[in-house]
Nanobody
Framework: QLQLVESGGGLVQPGGSLRLSCAAS????????IGWFRQAPGKEREGVSC????????NYADSVKGRFIISRDNAKNTVYLQMNSLKPEDTDVYYC????????????????WGKGTLVTVSS
């Protein structure tokens, strides 16, 4: 069964940090660029960050640049999103997805999606 599972979400105070994980089962994560997306109820989904299949290239939305870091460990079939200096406006459900291609604008042709993990930034 092809599956992506996110973990690591939770409640954090403004200025705090969280690390999200995206683990794959049933397929080899190293074959795909991986993107992180976020979406709140009633809002459009936003691309947060993308990493190429090798991990050699990354890009970020302007809203998170300098605060979030995406990385991958292909040996563990896992991609991470380190989120620092969190703000209340980062509150969202975060999803990871495996795509068909990577470009300077982000991941595209998203093929497999996880079910999401909730991040709440609040004092």
């Amino acid at each position: 069964q092809l599956q992506l599972v996110e973990s690591g979400g939770g409640l954090v105070q403004p200025g705090g940090s969280l690390r999200l994980s995206c683990a794959a089962s049933g397929f080899t994560l190293a074959d795909y660029p991986i993107g992180w997306f976020r979406q709140a109820p009633g809002k459009e989904r936003e691309g947060v960050s993308c990493i190429s299949s090798s991990g050699g290239s990354t890009n970020y939305a302007d809203s998170v640049k300098g605060r979030f870091i995406i990385s991958r460990d292909n040996a563990k079939n896992t991609v991470y999103l380190q989120m620092n200096s969190l703000k209340p406006e980062d509150t969202d459900v975060y999803y990871c997805a495996a795509g068909n291609y990577y470009s300077q604008y982000g991941c595209g042709g998203m093929k497999y999606w996880g079910k999401g993990t909730l991040v709440t930034v609040s004092s």
